[in-house]
């Protein structure tokens, strides 16, 4: 290297660099290895781990007890191969095919086609060993070919070659895997890589499907088929069960508004498109997006909670928490011949109102006066 430095073409490279020889120097693979094990990340792997992969020694005491294995130095193989310690793909395995495609013989074929095709310079009946290795090297080549065939030079050999290959390649892209579903196991995971793929499988786009089919199969368990995706809407970086654009509580009459609180219904927004709204009992206030809204959902729950309680002791038969549609309509007329829900005109401040065209906002008001004029707790 020293010749090398002191030669004129070096000179006038560093002159123009403003530079001078001496600072310059080698540093060996393995010392960079070493560097990038300890210093590439707040959570490398243990010095000791790296020592003993490196080849050097440790001192005669460390030596005799501290004795390498194969989790310390597996961890710190996936750090140099420069896998992401901080996420999930950390426990990636490199790529190879499945071992289903391995035992097809029509697939199995067509792979050792592709390897005399990519590495027409080994030859396998001779160097059968090596056939393992050539696997291996042939579904990396297939895993990155895109990224391989955007980054290489034109004139880059293994980039000729993939122009000759490319239909092969690409048909054996399918059998080409880096996770553990062929068999092989992924070794020196640490146990944040394990959380992190928990929760990476915890985030909302992930858990939507599964929160679909558990919807749909209620659905189904009460002869009421809905599809999910009518039940769940996103918007303000949560899953609601009402679209953001929906009006709010419609005003109806209380009995429509029984039915309603059980059933939901079909809300249309224009001839063309309509959304499911689920029943008003499953709402939450976070559903709505203003406060007025809120408000209206506590006036509903309150005075459902109410006639639900009466209900339950007129009907003890029914089944109040998965009523049927009959049973919706029963329990109803059981609180209009009981004289608790509102069936004629009844006078509120200084004007008259049908029960007909009563909402629920006015009749939890007329209730909540009466049983105050009874002395009794108002709605729940």
Sequence with gaps: MQDAFSSPSCSILFSTLGRKPKEFGLH?????????????????SSLISIL???????????????????????????????????????ALLPPHFTTESLCNQLISTKINTAIHMVFPFVDLAEYMNMREILLMRLASLIFHREW??????????????????????AELADYVVTTSESGMTATGIPPQTAILKQLQELRPENLLDGVKRILEECARRHDRPVKAESLLHFWKGKYRLVPKKWPGLPTVSPAADWQLWWEGYEHKFSETESVRISAFRLLKASDFATRSGQYALTEWRNLMTYYTN??????????????????????????????????????????TIRASNRTVLTTAKVIRKRRRAENVSTLP
Excluded at 28 to 44: D, E, F, I, P
Excluded at 63 to 87: E, H, M, T
């Design 310 to 351: 009466k209900v339950r002791i007129l009907e003890p038969a029914i089944d109040h928490r998965h009523p049927s549609l009959a049973d919706i309509q029963n329990m109803w007329k059981a609180l209009e011949k009981h004289g608790i829900a509102p069936k004629s005109a009844e006078k509120m401040t200084q004007r």
């Design 148 to 169: 391989l065939q955007s980054t290489l030079p034109a004139n880059h050999p293994l980039r000729q070659k993939f122009v000759t290959t490319a239909p092969e390649l």
């Design 28 to 44: 060996s693979l393995r010392k960079g290895a070493a560097m990038y094990a300890t210093c590439g990340s707040v959570g490398g």
């Design 52 to 90: 003993r992969r490196g080849g050097w020694s440790v001192g005669d005491t460390l030596g005799r007890y501290l004795r390498a294995d194969s989790a310390g130095d597996q961890f710190v193989g996936r750090c140099l191969a420069g896998l992401p310690i901080n996420k999930a793909t950390f």
